[in-house]
């Protein structure tokens, strides 16, 4: 499982930059392209790597300060056919779906977690869906709600906020976890209070029994443990090469309908069912939260004690520190 990394170098750390990938037995394939960078100017490395090796070269590249001066991009090489890279692959430590490039987990964590329009646009709806399936008392509707719900995004956020100390983002994440939460809730609950004033349905509601639905408003221990379980696999699929499983992480956890109970139950005057839904949003909020700051935490301590492959910058280049 290779990554290709894309950099773009200031003349001055050519060398140093070749002599790394050259020295990082991770490197498949290489290539230098002298003064091919025209923004920012400079010449263009390109690198094929094994993704076990690809955070020790990133940080590597930003002691050199190439960050700053030029440019690092990263992106999934789908198919390498060749012996260098089944070499790579081979001398890198670990397995390629565990390896955790973090520079590549906050940048991803960082975009989820912006207050958007479109995050705003999708929370309200996944939670008018769910308030939907609790009118209908429809599991498949809940499922789609979930599914839907875009909040695990700052929450996994804030999470690599706390372990890589990020003050910045963890406000940026805790702002749209919040605005998200009291917009949707705000804007379901005229929806519904619309759906009352035509006679669609009433306080009854809140009374009824709903075999479907009715686990959103019961929150129990077992709420919290799989909050856990989907915190741990959430953060799993976000830092390996597993992304496909934050969907089931997504239906696991209650968190959009319970937003959306807490709706219903305003347009409806049901204090006691909101103070349930409002617990049970809490305590999956919490739970992956916890989850998913413990799993970093862990993952950070376990990769760090990893062997590496990339050389030392300081054996590479002596004047690192001299670099403008």
Same mark, same amino acid.
């Given at each position: ?5 894309? *950099?773009?170098?200031? =003349?001055?750390?050519?060398?140093? +930059? ?16 002298? !003064?091919?960078?025209?923004?920012? =100017? ?32 990263? @992106?999934? *090489? ?15 430590? !670990? ?55 875009? @909040? ?26 919040? *605005? ?16 009352? !004033?035509?006679?669609?349905?009433? =306080? @009854?509601?809140?009374? $009824?029994?709903? =075999? ?17 379980? $989907? ?24 968190? +959009? ?28 909020? +919490?739970?992956?939260?916890?989850? $998913?700051? $413990? ?13 590496? +492959? ?15």
């Amino acid at each position: 499982m290779l990554l290709q990394l894309r *950099v773009t170098v200031p =003349p001055d750390r050519t060398d140093a +930059v070749r002599d790394l990938f050259t020295g990082c037995a991770g490197t498949a394939h290489l290539a230098v392209l002298p !003064g091919a960078g025209v923004a920012p =100017p400079g010449d263009l490395v390109l690198a094929d790597v094994a993704r076990e090796s690809a955070d020790g070269l990133v940080r590597a590249l930003q002691d050199l300060h190439v960050d700053r001066d030029g440019g690092i991009a990263m @992106e999934a *090489v789908d198919a390498a056919v060749s012996t260098a890279a089944r070499q790579a692959e081979e001398a890198a430590p !670990g397995d390629g779906a565990d390896a955790v490039v973090w520079e590549q987990v906050v940048r991803a964590t960082a975009a989820d977690s912006v207050l958007s329009v479109s995050y705003l646009a999708f929370l309200t709806i996944a939670t008018l869906i769910a308030a939907a399936a609790i009118v209908n008392d429809s599991a498949v509707l809940v499922i789609g709600a979930m599914v839907l719900g875009p @909040e695990f995004g700052p929450l996994a956020a804030l999470a690599v906020a706390a372990v890589h100390h990020r003050p910045a983002l963890a406000r940026t994440a805790a702002r749209t976890i919040v *605005v998200g939460f009291v917009v949707a809730i705000a804007l379901t609950a005229l929806v519904c209070l619309a759906g009352r !004033g035509l006679g669609w349905f009433g =306080p @009854e509601l809140l009374g $009824a029994d709903r =075999p479907q639905t009715g686990f959103i408003t019961r929150p129990d221990r077992w709420s919290f443990v799989v909050a856990v379980l $989907a915190g741990v696999a959430g953060v799993l699929s976000l830092t390996s090469a597993k992304s496909g499983a934050l969907v089931g992480v997504f239906i696991s956890v209650t968190t +959009v309908p319970a937003a959306a109970d807490m709706a219903l139950s305003l347009a409806l005057g049901g204090s006691t069912e909101f103070g349930r839904a409002a617990l049970q949003l809490g305590i999956n909020l +919490v739970g992956i939260l916890a989850a $998913a700051t $413990a799993t970093l935490a862990v993952q950070r301590a376990v990769w760090h004690r990893m062997p590496r +492959v990339v050389p030392r910058v300081s054996a590479v280049s002596p004047h690192r520190r001299n670099t403008p």
